[in-house]
Structure formats: structure tokens, C-alpha cells
């Protein structure tokens, strides 16, 4: 396999923007499907039975549906080396518009389904940039007149040409994220395929979504009628795989069949600002070290791969960033939502995000470069989220911190 230098072909390029979607054919071998099933399947039985909650992304639904983060083994790597020699130089173009920024890999998992899974809420994994500002308490500034004590016109006008800088960064800059859902078996429709809403990765179709659910979630028929687009069932066969924009209306159908359905799962993402929403499902000890341009990997210094023998084996040891049962509920928590908000007593400084507006903690030496760049604070500089809670009232961080 040759590094990557393909360009990418114009016409999937185009289905993949326009449509949020397209599905490659015989991507991977059946011998090699073959053998990440078998090590998916027994890694995912082991990990449960061991109650190894700390091995599973939060997409779990009871004994039915699971997701399994995945090591470096034989069968995983020859996967990603497949999946980045084929749709390589396609994620690069859409991520990031042939501009050459580094393309990282943000989620490596498997998801089986059982018989008995329920069909999920029709969603898209992150929000759509202008929909996700729109969706924030930011408010553009009102002038009121200098002797009431309010803002002067002048810094009214200041203040929404920042606030529009930012509209405009979080629209236009928001990192793009695309996941590959690879069939290690064939996909019949009793099996719970992946349904697509074609084109509904749109700021209109994102509003849609807000303006007709409850917290952003529909079924089926709701989706349907809603979007006035028919879904498509992705019935792949094994070796085949469905890669979607994660702005893409999609769901995980019920598997009323007596066979499981697993797919291995990646995602990637561009330069920009971290979007809100995915599940980000990867082991700690891999995230910020898989970049599309260092593929394909080398088969050396491998972990190991499960056998029927003796499949705990091939798990990782548990560590102490990951946790298990209530801990691991927790941290994984803090993946999604952010670090701790500290104690306030021991806050040296804060800086005041340009987006969300809420103060977060900085050791004092860091305020003045942290608000120094074009677009001021934003959260994501220094581990928060935008939809993190403040933790205390300004007044009393006024107070502390003088």
C-alpha cells in the first residue's frame, strides 16, 4: 500500500457533500471482516462478562447493544489500513477542501447489535456550526445610554462585531467530522441497518430537528415526515462500508433477527473548532496519536488479538485515567462535558469565553496569551466545553479573585 497521493474521485467527493453519504463497496476482504468479527465479538463478550464498563463507549443499551473500544491488534490495524487506503484521500478533500490540514482519527470502536435491539432516536452526531451557535445563550448586545450606566453605542457596536467574528468562526470553522461504518457481515433489513436521511446535513434540516422534537431526537416515521425525505436502509454487504458526514440525520435500526450485527467504526476529523455531540468512542492511550497521513500502519508492536481460547487476554489492562464502574461513568463524563471546574479557592485567574460567555480558571501567567488570538478566549483552549456550567456565580468569582 503507497502512502497517501491519490486524489480523491470527484464523484464520490460530490455525492459525499451533497448528499452527506456514500457507500464504497468491498473496502475489506471477507477474510479480513472474518477475523475482526471474530476478535470484536469475543473482546466485546469478555469485556462485558468482566463488566469492563471502562472498554465501552455510552451507546450501550443493556445486554443488546454495545460498543467496544478497540486496540491496536493485527485484525484492527489491517482494517484501518484498508478503510484509510480507500476512502484516504476523500476524508482529506472533505475535511478539509484540499487545504493539506492534518485529518486525526477521534473514534475507533465496534458496534454489535443483539436480537431484541430497539431502534435509535433519529439524530446526527454533532450539531450543525450556525445551528449550534443559534442553540447558545449568546446574546448580541442592546446599547442603553452611557448615563444609565449601560454600554455606549460605540462598544455595542464593538461588542456585536466580535460576537459576529465569532457567529462566523463557529459557522465556517467548525472541524468537520466523517464516520465510516464498516459491515463485518452481510446486512439484511431484519438486522437494524443503519438508516440515512439523504441531504439533511443542513443548517435547515438541523432546525428542523430542534423545532420538531423533544431534545433533538425523533423516530422513524417522525423523521420521515419531518424532513419530507425517505430514509435509506443501508444493507451493505460484508466488506462494504457507509462513510456520512456526523452532521447526517442517521439511526441505528432494531435488530429483530437472531444473527448480530457488527460494524467497525471510525471516525476522523479536520482543523477547526471541536463540534459538539459525538460519542467519541477510543481508548485514552490512542486519542491525538492516529493521523490519516501516517498510514498505512506497520504490523510491529501489535496488541494482542482474541481467541476463542482465551479472549480476556486480548483486553487492555484497566488504567487509572479510565476507571471502571461509577468512576469510569465519570470521567467519560468529563471526556464529553469537559475537565473539572476546580474549587474556586483555587482559581489564580479567569478568562471569559467569546462565544458562551461563562469564566473559566487559568493559572495567572496564562490569562493574557489565552486572550490574545483573533477570535478572544474560547473554552475549548484549556479543556472546557461551551456547554459546561460556570460552577459559581460571577460575583463570587469577582469576589475571590478581586
Given at each position: 500500500m503507497a502512502p497517501l497521493?491519490?486524489?480523491?474521485?470527484?464523484?464520490?467527493?460530490?455525492?459525499?457533500?451533497?448528499?452527506?453519504?456514500?457507500?464504497?463497496?468491498?473496502?475489506?476482504?471477507?477474510?479480513?471482516?472474518?477475523?475482526?468479527?471474530?476478535?470484536?465479538?469475543?473482546?466485546?463478550?469478555?469485556?462485558?462478562?468482566?463488566?469492563?464498563?471502562?472498554?465501552?463507549?455510552?451507546?450501550?443499551?443493556?445486554?443488546?447493544?454495545?460498543?467496544?473500544?478497540?486496540?491496536?491488534?493485527?485484525?484492527?490495524?489491517?482494517?484501518?489500513?484498508?478503510?484509510?487506503?480507500?476512502?484516504?484521500?476523500?476524508?482529506?478533500?472533505?475535511?478539509?477542501?484540499?487545504?493539506?490540514?492534518?485529518?486525526?482519527?477521534?473514534?475507533?470502536?465496534?458496534?454489535?447489535?443483539?436480537?431484541?435491539?430497539?431502534?435509535?432516536?433519529?439524530?446526527?452526531?454533532?450539531?450543525?456550526?450556525?445551528?449550534?451557535?443559534?442553540?447558545?445563550?449568546v446574546q448580541l448586545a442592546t446599547a442603553s445610554p452611557e448615563a444609565d450606566g449601560g454600554e455606549s453605542e460605540d462598544e455595542a457596536e464593538?461588542?456585536?462585531?466580535?460576537?459576529?467574528?465569532?457567529?462566523?468562526?463557529?459557522?465556517?470553522?467548525?472541524?468537520?467530522?466523517?464516520?465510516?461504518?464498516?459491515?463485518?457481515?452481510?446486512?439484511?433489513?431484519?438486522?437494524?441497518?443503519?438508516?440515512?436521511?439523504?441531504?439533511?446535513n443542513t443548517v435547515e434540516h438541523h432546525a428542523t430537528l430542534w423545532s420538531t422534537s423533544v431534545g433533538g431526537k425523533l423516530n422513524v416515521e417522525e423523521a420521515d415526515k419531518a424532513f419530507g425525505i425517505e430514509h435509506s436502509k443501508m444493507l451493505l454487504a460484508k466488506g462494504d462500508l457507509v462513510l456520512y458526514d456526523s452532521r447526517t440525520m442517521h439511526c441505528g435500526g432494531a435488530n429483530s433477527s437472531a444473527e448480530r450485527r457488527s460494524v467497525f467504526c471510525v471516525s476522523t476529523m479536520g482543523p477547526g473548532i471541536r463540534p459538539d455531540g459525538t460519542t467519541w468512542t477510543m481508548l485514552r492511550s490512542l486519542r491525538n496519536r492516529l493521523l490519516i497521513s501516517d498510514f498505512p500502519l506497520s504490523d510491529q508492536s501489535l496488541a494482542p488479538t482474541a481467541t476463542v481460547e482465551d479472549a480476556a487476554a486480548a483486553l487492555p489492562p484497566e488504567q487509572s485515567s479510565e476507571g471502571t464502574g461509577g468512576a469510569n461513568a465519570r470521567q467519560e463524563a468529563e471526556v464529553q462535558e469537559g475537565r473539572p471546574v476546580p474549587p474556586l479557592e483555587e482559581w489564580a485567574a479567569a478568562v471569559q469565553c467569546s462565544w458562551c460567555r461563562r469564566w473559566r480558571p487559568c493559572a495567572a501567567e496564562e490569562a493574557p496569551k489565552l486572550t490574545s488570538g483573533e477570535h478572544g478566549f474560547l473554552c475549548k483552549s484549556i479543556g472546557f466545553t461551551c456547554t459546561q456550567e460556570q460552577g459559581f456565580s460571577t460575583e463570587a468569582i469577582d469576589a475571590i479573585l478581586g
Open positions: 497521493c491519490a486524489a480523491a474521485d470527484p464523484a464520490q467527493l460530490e455525492q459525499l457533500l451533497q448528499q452527506g453519504y456514500i457507500i464504497l463497496r468491498d473496502v475489506l476482504d471477507v477474510d479480513a471482516c472474518d477475523r475482526l468479527r471474530q476478535h470484536v465479538l469475543l473482546s466485546t463478550d469478555a469485556a462485558a462478562k468482566q463488566g469492563r464498563n471502562d472498554l465501552f463507549g455510552n451507546i450501550q443499551e443493556a445486554d443488546n447493544r454495545h460498543d467496544l473500544k478497540l486496540t491496536l491488534c493485527a485484525p484492527v490495524v489491517d482494517a484501518l489500513n484498508g478503510f484509510v487506503d480507500r476512502c484516504g484521500p476523500l476524508l482529506e478533500e472533505a475535511t478539509c477542501a484540499g487545504g493539506g490540514g492534518r485529518v486525526r482519527i477521534v473514534e475507533l470502536a465496534a458496534i454489535t447489535s443483539n436480537k431484541g435491539a430497539v431502534a435509535q432516536p433519529v439524530h446526527a452526531d454533532t450539531m450543525h456550526g450556525v445551528t449550534r451557535f443559534l442553540q447558545s445563550d464593538d461588542r456585536n462585531e466580535d460576537l459576529g467574528a465569532i457567529v462566523r468562526a463557529v459557522a465556517t470553522d467548525t472541524a468537520l467530522i466523517y464516520t465510516c461504518l464498516l459491515a463485518l457481515q452481510d446486512v439484511s433489513s431484519e438486522m437494524g441497518p443503519t438508516h440515512v436521511w439523504p441531504a439533511t
